[in-house]
């Protein structure tokens, strides 16, 4: 029993964590460095956690634990919901869709409709995305409780390209002003030269499922009728919205 509380806990730390070297997860979980291998090497052969290897990574879990947790949640019935709506977007602008659902202070892909042009944006589903850097983290968090927002924003923002926005009133500023327009804009904040536009779904209730984005390089972004863009994007998340809602 305490071998299964002590995967368990290493499961969670490395949910949190993730990538982590051996040592670090040790202390982290305050279990013996010799434990915690025995731990992950189990954890590997099942299939639940893997190891960069010589590329000194450190280790994280595994798609399979992303399935896992999918089923029988909510969110396992908005890809189904919001397919044809993706679809469409896609359709419209030639463009990759992403669906996120948040997960801390990260967002997670669900489902994404690949774009059509020759160079497009792509995302593995179960890719986690920073909430605070990505276009559908910020819709995601100008829809939660203040005080959520609030304690997700306390923390120094990682930087991930030379335009990642760090200073924690200008990522407020960009949340707050999500808030009032209805949808987020990223623009090379989190990956190199790609923007995306995104809006929140939000069913009735207010609570807040998960996000949509429009993905594409910068170069087109800058190209876009941004008004236009923003209310295709929010439409198609009031209609995935009203589909979820259906289904519950």
Known sequence: MRSVLNALTILEALSARQPIGVSELARAVALPKSSVQRTLRTLDEAGWAE?????????????????????????????????????????TYRETVHLTIPDGDHIIVIDRVDGTNSLRTFLEIGTQAPIVSSAGGR?????????????????????????????????????????????????????????????????????????????MPVGRYRTLDLPTVSDDVRAACARIAESVAYRL
């Open 51 to 91: 190891s960069s290897g010589a590329s000194g990574g450190g280790w994280r879990l595994t798609r399979k634990v992303f399935r896992i947790g999918m089923s029988g949640s909510t969110a396992a019935t908005l890809p189904d919901a919001a397919r044809r709506h993706l679809t469409q977007l896609r359709d």
């Open 139 to 215: 819709a995601i968090l100008a829809q939660l409780p203040p005080e959520v927002t609030e304690e997700l924003l306390r923390d120094p923002v990682t930087v991930h390209t030379a335009t990642t926005i760090t200073d924690r009133k200008s990522v407020r500023e960009q949340v707050e002003q999500a808030r009032r327009r209805g949808y987020a804009t990223n623009e090379g904040e989190w990956r190199e030269g790609i923007a995306a536009v995104a809006a929140p779904i939000v069913v009735p209730g207010g609570d807040v499922l998960g996000a949509v984005s429009l993905s």
